[in-house]
């Protein structure tokens, strides 16, 4: 049993569940089930999710013309893009041509950055490199050869109970869609290792800066880095960001020839979503906006 939190917020009737709830109820999680995006189906009731027995909710408004999960990327604007972009953990091994990479770094090219400073670098990486990584990495991991998040100042090593809650609610909510059961480390463990291997997209990257670089070019690299995420969504491409590679950060500099008076931000795949997989019908929570944005002066 475990429990998982329904926050609704549809904006239109027709497509209430029932009402806008903020509830909680318990579902048996036990075997693998239909996974139902509740603002599809306007007539399910509680006892019918419950028979089923797995729901996400939406944790926003959706506007009832964007398709969440799967846009092509055709006619896509800001929003769309934005709101269609999630984290994939499957992807197609369809190939990703080489120009619609160049066209998204190209375009991304223009992402702000205080005082025009651009600290970013960005190393894309296919076939017999990706492969070396891979498994260079891989090799690492079963040495148990990790550094810390923390020797890169990346995360810290205790976190606020606000954010591990939130950690660990993403996390298990993937597990969970997976069938994996809280305590299977040898199941975490394959899953974790999946990052390694980009997901199975056809494409990695990986993000750096300058090493002597602080905060600020950090935080500018992060939007260089979100603008490729929603450029790739013009191309109906998906990404996954993938801190996972920070304790790994040898291999992916040697192979890539990234000097080291670089530091690594964060690796990412893109490629083509598998529409298959179950993982890919996660839909991250997010904090209400009302507790995040503080409006001042307007009335
Ligand atoms: C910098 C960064 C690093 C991330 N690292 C990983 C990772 O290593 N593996 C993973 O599966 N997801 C990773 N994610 C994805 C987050 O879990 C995801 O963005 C978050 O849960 C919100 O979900 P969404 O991207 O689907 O909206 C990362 C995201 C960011 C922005």
Known sequence: MMFIRLRLH???KKHSVFGSADDRTSLDYGKRELNILLILRPTINISIIEMLGRCQAFPFRLDEKIPINNHDGSNMNVQEAILSRKSVRAFTDEPVPFETIRKIMEVSQRSPSGTNTQPWHAYVCTG????????????????????????????PNDWKPVHRDRRR?????LYGLLGIEKGDREASARQGKRNFKFFDAPVGLFFTTDAYLGKGSWFDAGMYVQTVMLEARQFGLHTCPQAAWIPYQEPIFKHLGIPDDQVLLTGMAIGY???TKIENT????????????KYAGFD
Do not use: F, P
């Open 10 to 12: 549809l904006h239109n």
């Open 128 to 155: 017999t490199v990706k492969d070396a990584i891979t498994r260079d990495v891989l090799e690492l991991v079963e040495q148990g050869n990790a550094r810390k998040y923390s020797d890169y100042d990346y995360y």
């Open 169 to 173: 609610g993403v996390g298990w909510s």
């Open 273 to 275: 979503i598998d529409d």
């Open 282 to 293: 996660l839909v991250s929570e997010r904090e209400e906006v009302e507790n995040v944005v």
